[in-house]
């Protein structure tokens, strides 16, 4: 079962806006990734925020992450046609000292000219 | 030259062929997994792999089988293709020193006819 529901499913954005993607999970976490997939390729990591953090900044991603509701949000600034792909946040948890990644099903963003 | 490469990269066999996706990695690290990724439902772990010579079941393990013959491959066999295996699959690495990100092949596009 999946770990990770990303929401909305699909977004369509004009480039120069900002574009917010969130993401839900079930149960606890040592830490949250949000990766990149263009169309067909391999994913690609973004960001890493950890279960301790409440905000992570990476040029144009701000990523947050609120435990109590088990959410995260990931938000890409001043968006680009390039931006286009799709995001997966992964949930990672360690019980064991292995950390599984779980991953959610994704948003696809369309940024358009 | 990609860190992870994965061979070959489409695929199409019939239903009841044995059919094996190579995976290489040149980033030294020690964990290695398989995903597969089919519309709709995100990542799903089929198996991965701590070291040499172990193995481990993920959550849809059933008609494959794996090998992780050094540090640096694991391939992974359907033993007798079925049509619902057609799917795109992903082989990525991760380091157990650090234990965050993984690193995502490009994928091996499957179709079982």
């Known amino acids: 079962s999946q770990q990770g529901e990303e929401d909305p499913q699909a977004l369509s954005i004009q480039e120069g806006e900002n574009a917010t993607m969130n993401c839900s999970y079930k149960?606890?976490?040592?830490?949250l990734q949000w990766y990149r997939q263009n169309s067909g390729r391999g994913l690609v990591h973004l960001i890493l925020?950890?279960?301790?953090?409440r905000e992570k900044h990476s040029g144009r991603l701000r990523v947050t992450l609120d435990t109590s509701k088990k959410s995260s949000s990931l938000l890409i600034t001043a968006s680009r046609a390039a931006d286009t792909a799709s995001y997966f946040c992964?949930?990672?948890?360690?019980?064991?000292?292995?950390?599984?990644?779980?991953f959610g099903t994704g948003t696809r963003l369309l940024v358009s000219p | 030259d990609a860190d992870v490469t994965q061979t070959p990269r489409n695929r199409i066999t019939k239903t009841g062929k044995r059919i094996m996706l190579e995976c290489s990695q040149t980033?030294?690290?020690?964990?290695m997994y398989w995903y597969r990724q089919d519309p709709g439902l995100g990542l799903r772990l089929i198996y991965y792999?701590?070291?040499?010579?172990?193995?481990n079941k993920g959550e849809i393990s059933d008609g494959y089988s794996v090998s992780r013959q050094a540090q640096a491959k694991f391939s992974l066999s359907l033993e007798s293709a079925i049509p619902n295996q057609t799917a795109l699959y992903f082989c990525?690495?991760?380091?157990?020193?650090?234990?965050?990100?993984?690193?995502f092949g490009q994928g091996t596009r499957l179709t079982v006819v």
């Open positions: 990525a690495t991760s380091d157990s020193s650090t234990n965050t990100e993984a690193f």
């Open positions: 149960t606890s976490i040592n830490n």
């Open positions: 925020i950890r279960s301790n953090e």
């Open positions: 992964a949930t990672g948890s360690s019980n064991t000292g292995f950390q599984k990644l779980v």
């Open positions: 980033k030294g690290h020690d964990r």
């Open positions: 792999s701590f070291d040499v010579k172990d193995i």
